[in-house]
Nanobody
Framework: QVQLVESGGGLVQAGGSLRLSCAASGRTSSMYTMGWFRQAPGKEREFVAAISWNGASTYDADSVQGRFTISRDNSKNTAYLQMNSLEPRDTDIYYC?????????????????WGPGTQVTVSS
């Protein structure tokens, strides 16, 4: 089992920045691709970004390209999501996820472990 805990969410004005962190514990040797998703009440969970196990490959959703950057520090078992130029439409609960396969994946059902989420609210 892998346990994930997100942090860094909060309230920010449009145009501002936040940095989310995802700390992993437990059976971290089984961690490979890490991803970030977001979800608003009543909506489906949406892919944001993913990063390969060694950080060599990343993939971002079109809606966040050029604004969000995913990274990871395996020595700390932690992934990050740097979010710049935030817009009100970025308001959501953000979730970190891990899958035990090396390839980049964009669907929620391709990830085995999930954190409880952290709220991001962007005011206009």
């Amino acid at each position: 089992q892998v346990q994930l805990v997100e942090s860094g969410g909060g309230l920010v004005q449009a145009g501002g920045s936040l940095r989310l962190s995802c700390a992993a514990s437990g059976r971290t040797s089984s961690m490979y691709t890490m991803g970030w998703f977001r979800q608003a009440p009543g909506k489906e969970r949406e892919f944001v970004a993913a990063i390969s196990w060694n950080g060599a490959s990343t993939y971002d959703a079109d809606s966040v390209q050029g604004r969000f950057t995913i990274s990871r520090d395996n020595s700390k078992n932690t992934a990050y999501l740097q979010m710049n130029s935030l817009e009100p439409r970025d308001t959501d609960i953000y979730y970190c996820a891990v899958r035990s396969w090396a390839d980049i994946a964009t669907l929620p059902n391709q990830y085995a472990y999930w954190g409880p989420g952290t709220q991001v609210t962007v005011s206009s």
